[in-house]
């Protein structure tokens, strides 16, 4: 599933990605909108993270982070957040929950490298969840996460599998048969394959600790970890 994508300095990014999900921005926190499986997602997203990362205190930056449902969530465990995105639609929402719920998130129309630049190694950690396959170049993404991670600093990503069942799955199923998301959410020539984010992920400096399967269950609505990788993945690098 996804949220939107964070955008790059120069053509890193697609607009009508940006557009997309830009369309769609006020009714992101509709837990029965077009991102209802998000929702469900969520909640397992947050424990995959704080099961690895003491939330309290922590300097947190989440990439693409949407309307900021793991934002919020991450600033509730008491995690010092900062939030980015390219869609100026999202962060406008992102800002306005943020103020109706009382949550703190330094929200920005921002670039993940642009912010590279201004605070190398300003984090303890890094979320990038649901973006990686909504951008051309997803290795420069991870190039500047591991740029503004401290050492000893943690990357929490998520993403889709390029295998048959995630296109079965999370395209044809999710977009076209449940109706779950719009359709033309994802593109299968952009999922990535696990093999390819652990070789992005040591160009960058980083070394996988973790991947583990999440599985989204519609007929409850409600999302869990699982073994099986084949597609969503949620995976756990370190800057050593």
């Not at 979320?127 to 951008?135: D, W």
Request: aromatic share 6%; with cysteine.
């Amino acid at each position: 599933m996804t949220t939107s994508p964070g955008g790059a300095t120069g053509a890193n990014f697609h607009q009508q990605e940006l557009d997309k999900f830009g369309a769609i921005a006020n009714r992101w926190w509709d837990p029965d909108g077009p991102q209802k499986p998000l929702h469900a997602l969520n909640p397992v997203r947050l424990g995959y993270v704080s099961r690895r990362l003491p939330l309290q205190g922590a300097t947190v930056l989440d990439v693409g982070c949407g309307g900021g449902l793991l934002s919020e969530a991450m600033a509730r465990e008491g995690a010092e957040v900062t939030a980015i995105d390219l869609a100026p639609e999202l962060v406008k929402v992102a800002r306005l929950h943020g103020l109706e719920s009382g949550v703190k998130v330094d929200y920005r129309v921002q670039s993940v490298e642009d912010l590279a630049a201004e605070r190398p190694g300003a984090f303890d950690a890094v979320t990038c969840m649901e973006m990686l396959e909504h951008v051309p170049d997803p290795a420069a993404i991870l190039s500047a996460c591991a740029t503004l991670l401290r050492p000893g600093g943690s990357l929490f990503v998520s993403t889709l599998n390029r295998t048959p069942a995630a296109f079965a799955l999370a395209i044809v199923g999710a977009e076209y048969i449940a109706r779950l998301l719009p359709t033309g959410t994802h593109r299968y020539s952009e999922f990535i394959k696990p093999s390819e984010l652990a070789a992005w992920l040591r160009e960058a400096g980083l070394e996988l600790e973790d991947v583990s399967g999440m599985m989204y269950e519609p007929w409850r609505n409600a999302a869990r970890i699982v073994s099986r990788t084949d597609v969503n993945y949620l995976a756990c690098a370190v800057k050593r």
